[in-house]
């Protein structure tokens, strides 16, 4: 595992974590673990508009959580790399796991 390099990096890991404790922006970095997905079916599958659903994707994008592929007339959003994904699947597997109760 790597370790954090400097203290410099430290900001810029906050910054990604204050993307995603943002529970919208959170809803959609998890629907576009599914796959490459519109904007139009993040927004109806999250029951968002669609506006909304782009700011938010603007942001994710800027912090390179998302990216987004051309398919002709679409535009497609799915979870930037294996990086975002695996993280992820990591904390879903985290919450979900029991936990003693702290003395």
Do not use: N, W
């Not at 810029?12 to 673990?33: E, K, S």
């Not at 927004?43 to 506006?51: I, K, M, V």
Request: glycine letters at 4%.
């Amino acid at each position: 595992m790597q370790t954090l390099s400097t203290e410099s990096q430290l900001p810029q890991l906050a910054d990604l974590f204050r993307l995603l404790g943002d529970p919208t922006r959170l809803r959609i970095v998890v629907a576009c673990l599914r796959g490459p997905t519109a904007v139009g079916d993040l927004a109806a599958a999250l029951d968002l508009t669609s506006t909304l659903v782009s700011h938010h994707l603007r942001l994710l994008r800027a912090a390179r959580l998302v990216k987004f592929e051309r398919r002709g007339k679409h535009v497609l959003y799915s979870t930037a790399d294996r990086h975002v994904s695996d993280m992820l699947q990591d904390m879903i597997e985290h919450i979900a796991e029991p936990h003693p109760e702290i003395a």
